[in-house]
């Protein structure tokens, strides 16, 4: 019944491998919810929720160090603003073109209805190459892609973030040109700020702490714990390291993490400290760590991170990161548990593998949904003036995790998929917008 629609979407939006991806993977779920609920067929609703509201694209030109001219392009997708303004990250990496901005600003419509919060999905960012950079360069970057971007967003209207290669600073250089553009302090107009400018304590481990507080709750429901446990992590920015931060907190030891460049084990537990200095304060490449650590660790480019031995995998990279092969040695070793700090790390053919070994799959819709819903939590203290403790926030962090994954297994049983995180994710997350869009009318 829903192969119509997908035959639709794959013509109407051509050569777009991700987008298709996400929203194949929305549609298989949603079988039995048009079953029981003909309104949202009549009402148009799966057809008009896979379509944005709005595309934006745009030329970035800026001067580099050297005085040459550069070229990027900078895109902006308002995707669906029926429980609030637009909002999710911008993500800066030469691999970004419409099809993966789609892929994820479509992911962040049913994350932001799942965190419960008043936000409606967005995301956006530019093919620019930020590896290798100075911060000058880096800052004219910024300055030129807000001087369009600016017109298109606002507190109201669409609310940017970080994602791949856009951190603190880049938000900073960008919040600054949107100020001085607008003349106006108007904080609620991106989210990822410094603590010292409208930032939130929390924001910046909040997808990572967030990510380990979902894959604590499974264990919690399997009457397990973190305790003792070997975890694997991919990738080594924010997410990533804010993961390996919190399973260490939980009394689990994370044995390997990595980069584009390749992975490093280090079997005595990664030295978060000298992690956060190679990638963080250096910037440096991942074989860095393996160097300044020397003994336990091992800097390795064969392969990859998922072919270490561990109790739980948190991909925490980018996308399709983790595909058949890679589920299947993961299997193999004994990994129980994986939940996605990144959006759509596992390709179908993995979580198919992990379907069939009874591996628990959390799908990053809900498990990496912290981040955003700490973002709400910085426009929440963005329009009261007001400034939250680290403990205060994170327990409110904590209690939306506990939130959306008893909100994933409830939808999931109720819908014939008991302990289908995936299945209760999307189900859950489309209701949600759904019952909203058919409230508001045919817009
Ligand atoms: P960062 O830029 O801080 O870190 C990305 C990490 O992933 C780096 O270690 C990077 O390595 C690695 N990586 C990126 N592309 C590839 C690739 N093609 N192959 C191997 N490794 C790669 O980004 P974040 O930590 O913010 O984001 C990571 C993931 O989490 C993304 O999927 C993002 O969409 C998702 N996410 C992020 C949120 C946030 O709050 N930041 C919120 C929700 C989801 P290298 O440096 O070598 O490129």
Known sequence: ??????????????????????????????????????????????????????????????????????????????????????????????????????????????????????????????????????????????????????????????????????????????????????????????TGKGISWGGSLVRTEATGYGTVYFANEILKNAGDSFDGKSVVVSGSGNVAIHAAEKVAALGGRVIACSDSSGYVVDEAGIDLDLLKEVKEVRRERISAYAEARGGSARFVTDGAVWDVPCDIALPCATQNELDEKHAVALVGNGCAVVAEGANMPCTPDAVRVFADAGVTFAPGKAANAGGVATSALEMQQNASRDSWSFAHTEERLEQIMIGIHARCLETADAYGAPGNYAAGANIGGFIKVADAMLALGVI
């Open 1 to 190: 019944m829903l192969q119509p629609i997908y035959d639709e979407i794959l013509g109407r939006n051509p050569g777009e491998a991700e987008f298709h991806q996400a929203t194949r993977e929305l549609l298989d779920s949603l079988g039995p919810v048009v079953a029981r609920h003909p309104e949202y067929t009549d009402a148009g609703i799966i057809r008009r929720i896979c379509e944005p509201e709005r595309q934006i694209i745009f030329r970035v030109p800026w001067v580099d160090d050297a005085g040459q001219v550069q070229l990027n392009r900078g895109f902006r997708v308002e995707f669906n603003s029926t429980l609030g303004p637009y909002k999710g990250g911008l993500r800066f990496h030469p691999s970004v073109y419409l099809g993966i901005v789609k892929f994820l600003g479509f992911e962040q419509i049913f994350k932001n209805a799942l965190t419960g919060m008043p936000i409606g999905g967005g995301k956006g960012g530019s093919d620019f190459d930020p590896k290798g950079r100075s911060d000058a360069e880096i800052m004219r970057f910024c300055q030129s892609f807000m001087t369009e971007l600016y017109r298109h967003i606002g507190e109201y209207t669409d609310v940017p973030a970080g994602d791949i290669g856009v951190g603190g600073r880049e938000i900073g250089y960008l919040f600054g040109q949107y100020k001085r553009i607008t003349n106006r302090y108007e904080s609620g107009v991106l």
